[in-house]
């Protein structure tokens, strides 16, 4: 843009662009985007605080299908894709396990793959981004190649939630737009 476009007051087509600012880490409920050859909607955001580490969360629906994004920065970003099971899916012994030891085994072996107990801790979880947070306790488990990810959630003394995912790489998602007003 030269000095006389800014006199003037003409935008550069950068400045102007409704779009630029789309990225996978800029989502909003409602946005939708493309994953794994299916559009997806986000329909609900949410945060998670681990002594000063925030996590971000993002429920995506595709009609027939629901996960969850998550973003965390350690010294890089990563991101990953995970579904909610049924707890009982694990196999049994792992509340038992969890109650008499305060901390789930070190390995779970689930669907056939093994997965090891990589880190853990406690934290806070924030509903819609704000708000009071809800405490919470989670155990993070990875395969030998370090891509899937199994995850122990406990809220209070006795719910557990599990979820299975993966890693996932931002350039994987396309087509990241605002859903239409009606």
């Not at 396990?97 to 090891?116: L, M, N, S, V, W």
Request: glycine share 10%.
């Amino acid at each position: 843009m030269g000095i006389w476009d800014r006199v003037l007051g003409k935008k550069s087509k950068e400045e102007t662009d409704p779009l630029r600012h789309l990225t996978l880490s800029a989502l909003k409920v409602g946005y939708i985007l493309d994953y794994d050859l299916k559009t997806w909607e986000v329909k609900s955001y949410h945060t998670y605080d681990f002594d000063g580490a925030r996590v971000e969360e993002w429920e995506l629906d595709s009609g027939d299908d629901g996960c969850y994004l998550e973003r965390a920065k350690d010294d890089e970003v990563e991101w990953a894709m995970s579904r909610k099971l049924s707890f009982s899916e694990l196999g049994d012994g792992i509340i038992e396990h969890i109650r008499k030891h305060e901390d789930p085994p070190g390995e779970i072996t689930y669907q056939g793959a093994r997965f090891a107990l990589g880190e853990s801790g406690a934290g806070y979880y924030y509903r819609g981004g704000e708000g009071e947070g809800e405490e919470m306790i989670y155990w993070e488990y990875t395969d030998p190649s370090g891509e899937r990810l199994l995850c122990i959630e406990q809220w209070g003394e006795d719910e557990f939630e599990a979820s299975i995912g993966h890693r996932v790489q931002e350039y994987q998602f396309t087509n990241i737009l605002p859903r239409e007003k009606k």
